[in-house]
Nanobody
Framework: QVQLVESGGGLVQTGGSLTLSCAASGRTPSSYAMGWFRQAPGKERQFVATISYNIKNTYYADWVKGRFTISRDNAKNTVTLQLNSLRPDDTAVYYC?????????????????WGRGTQVTVSS
């Protein structure tokens, strides 16, 4: 079993930045990819970014447009999402996920483990 715990959320103004962290415990296979999703109230959970284990290939949702950066430190069992140039429509609960999604990296059903999320609120 793998446990994921997100942290780093908070309240920021438009244009500000936050660094979200996901700490993994338990057994995380080397083949596991890590991803970030977000969900605003009343909306569907949407894909943000994913990163592979060894070569650390990254893939982002088109709407990110260079504002976010995903990274991982396998020695520390952590994954980070750097949020820059934040806007009010970035307000959501951000979730960390782990699994072996293969080519289905944008689908929530392709991941096996999820954290409880961390709230990001961006004021105008």
């Amino acid at each position: 079993q793998v446990q994921l715990v997100e942290s780093g959320g908070g309240l920021v103004q438009t244009g500000g930045s936050l660094t979200l962290s996901c700490a993994a415990s338990g057994r995380t296979p080397s083949s596991y990819a890590m991803g970030w999703f977000r969900q605003a109230p009343g909306k569907e959970r949407q894909f943000v970014a994913t990163i592979s284990y060894n070569i650390k290939n990254t893939y982002y949702a088109d709407w990110v447009k260079g504002r976010f950066t995903i990274s991982r430190d396998n020695a520390k069992n952590t994954v980070t999402l750097q949020l820059n140039s934040l806007r009010p429509d970035d307000t959501a609960v951000y979730y960390c996920a782990a699994g072996r999604p293969g080519p289905r990296v944008v689908l929530i059903t392709a991941y096996d483990y999820w954290g409880r999320g961390t709230q990001v609120t961006v004021s105008s």
